[in-house]
Nanobody, 118 residues
Framework: QAQLVESGGGLVQAGGSLRLSCAAS????????MGWYRQAPGKQRELVAR???????NYDDSVKARFTISRDDAKNTVYLQMMSLRPDDTAVYYC????????????WGQGTQVTVSS
């Protein structure tokens, strides 16, 4: 069964950094674009970064120049390096295969909580 496991979240001060990881089963990962999403309290889930199987990347304006998405095909893992974190980055972060809007193609994992204090 398709499975996504996110990790690496935590509590960090504004201006700090975190690196998130998402381990995906091979059936999900290979040949697929992967994306990182986030959902803040009271808000809808949003796609913030994506990376194609060829390594092309795309970012939401809110995270551009601060976040970097990457992938390790040998490990079936996608990463999100987050720098210069701000309180408004506080959210639960998820990975998935992007479809339309903020939807994902496979069942969602549990996500990883990122909390940025001011």
């Amino acid at each position: 069964q398709a499975q996504l496991v996110e990790s690496g979240g935590g509590l960090v001060q504004a201006g700090g950094s975190l690196r998130l990881s998402c381990a995906a089963s091979g059936s999900i990962f290979r040949f697929n674009t992967m994306g990182w999403y986030r959902q803040a309290p009271g808000k809808q889930r949003e796609l913030v970064a994506r990376i194609t199987s060829a390594g092309s990347t795309n970012y939401d304006d809110s995270v551009k120049a601060r976040f970097t998405i990457s992938r390790d095909d040998a490990k079936n893992t996608v990463y999100l390096q987050m720098m210069s974190l701000r309180p408004d980055d506080t959210a639960v972060y998820y990975c998935n295969v992007p479809t339309l809007g903020a939807n994902g193609a496979v069942p969602w994992g549990q996500g990883t909580q990122v909390t940025v204090s001011s």
